[in-house]
């Protein structure tokens, strides 16, 4: 059984690793080469390496070797859990760039950006159009001259305050609608997905429709994007053709564009430099890890990845979740299936085959939020049985159903399950709704309204009843 557990990199991965060691009974040390949050925290340490020790097919031990104020120490641990996530290595493509060199301006990673200040009455290029590219360019549109947002592929934008008013993921991220999207062709549930985008403004008039609407991509969160654009604070443009001394050229134009700061939004890499490739190797941006966790060809599960995945939902609960398991699979609780199985599996997913039915997850480290968290949800015996609360508790049971996939499901049943997860459930809309009702409105009951909840009530019991019976 693992006793000593060593926990890389404290972000929000690490810390849920650190705790789930500590409900399992395990001694978990954390190390972090920041001095920012981060069991037993070592910060401002660097881990230099992670090393098989000799009789590791017998004890399944590693070697640790870190650096911390130029003296190198070494311990052995019992297992690892590398938690340092996807965004570590900032990506700047300046070969994709003809005569970045030559420019005179400032140009730097977004990952640089600290305030808006250094915008004020410049003309910026935002290169790259995510979540990050996004919101730098929409905070410089209020200082700066001119803002240039550059896109090659284009992306959906939404509001984070979505249908009634009601936070986005609140309303998306439900099991019904999770379902029902499943159960759908993938071109049927992209055609859906279009007119939804496409309900709030229309991304063709912006310049901003995707121009892969396959493949999925995440969508961009941003409340005042269309505002900036349509009244001109922040121009939507292709590629870039060219950067000039002080300007740049974008596709299919022969205009320059004078440009004093490019920021480049262009994503990150991640790797593993502390451990040998004959461990964890990194090829088109994915490991060949089991559920994203596991390397599938150890002879001794006592190595986990945390946080290496992209959901279409948030990575706290499934990185959590993800810990949950992995400790336990760590301390020898849970076992895992023979290699050649997870291997099999592992380089299934790399051939990255559309299934043909609901959203098509076919880039690198993607996948369905709920499918995912409920899969390892079933292995530590913590996913909730709908059919059984649909007997014993059915309030519950439908709430869950058809309401927003909130992480208190995660911890109805099972370890670390938490007493007061169902009187969460059944309260989340009232905290969320209390934050907006300073001003309370005496509504007027409605005949109409009341019939049609019933017949809504009847219509959703009678969907239930098809799905589990």
Not at 152 to 175: C, K, L, N, Q
Not at 314 to 325: H, M, V
């Amino acid at each position: 059984m693992a006793k000593r557990v060593a926990i890389v990199g404290a972000g929000v991965s690490g810390l849920a690793s650190i705790r789930c060691c500590l409900e399992e009974g395990l001694e978990p040390t954390c190390f972090e080469r920041s001095d920012d949050l981060g069991g037993l925290w070592r910060f401002t340490t660097k881990v230099c390496s992670v090393t098989k020790r000799e009789d590791f097919n017998t004890t399944g031990q590693w070697d640790v070797v870190t650096l911390c104020e130029g003296k190198q120490e070494s311990a052995v641990f019992d297992a690892v859990m590398v938690c340092i996530g996807f965004l570590t290595n900032p990506y700047l493509p300046l070969d994709s760039f003809p005569g970045i060199n030559t420019f005179k301006g400032q140009y730097f990673h977004s990952r640089q950006y600290k305030h808006p200040d250094i915008f004020k009455d410049k003309s910026v290029l935002v290169v790259g159009m995510g979540n990050s590219g996004t919101d730098i360019a929409v905070e410089a549109s209020h200082l700066a001259k001119k803002v240039f947002l550059s896109t090659t592929g284009g992306a959906w934008v939404i509001s984070r305050v979505f249908d009634s008013g009601y936070p986005w993921d609140m309303v998306f991220m439900t099991r019904f609608q999770n379902m029902f999207r499943n159960s759908l062709p993938t071109p049927i549930v992209n055609w859906l997905i279009a007119k939804k985008m496409n309900g709030w403004f229309n991304h063709a008039n912006y310049g901003l429709i995707p121009e892969d609407r396959v493949q999925l991509r995440e969508p961009v969160l941003n409340d005042e994007l269309p505002g900036r654009i349509i009244t001109g604070k922040v121009l939507i443009k292709p590629g870039i053709k060219q950067v000039k001394e002080n300007s740049v050229v974008f596709n299919n134009s022969r205009e320059e564009e004078p440009i004093d700061i490019i920021v480049f939004a262009t994503g990150y890499t991640f790797a593993f430099p502390f451990l040998d490739e004959s461990v964890v190797k990194v090829e088109d941006g994915q490991a060949s890890l089991y559920k994203y966790i596991f390397p599938a060809h150890l002879q001794k599960p006592t190595l986990a990845v945390i946080g290496l995945i992209k959901p279409l939902g948030s990575i706290l609960p499934t990185g959590d979740t993800q810990a949950r398991w992995a400790v336990r699979v760590l301390k020898g609780v849970n076992k895992l299936p023979p290699s050649s199985v997870m291997i099999q599996e592992v380089n299934a997913r790399k051939e990255n085959k559309p299934s043909g039915f609901g959203l098509c997850y076919c880039k690198a480290l993607q996948c369905d939020y709920i499918t995912y968290i409920d899969e390892l949800l079933t292995y530590i015996d913590a996913k909730p049985n709908l059919f059984s609360l649909l007997l014993t508790d059915p309030r519950l049971a439908l709430t869950i159903f058809f309401g927003p996939c909130t992480p208190y499901h995660f911890r109805l049943i099972g370890p670390g399950k938490w007493e007061g997860a169902r009187n969460a459930i059944m309260t989340q809309w009232d905290r969320t709704i209390k934050v907006t009702k300073t001003r309370i409105v005496q509504e007027s009951p409605s005949l109409f309204a009341s019939l049609l909840k019933l017949f809504s009530f009847l219509a959703l019991l009678v969907a239930i009843l098809l799905v589990f019976l």
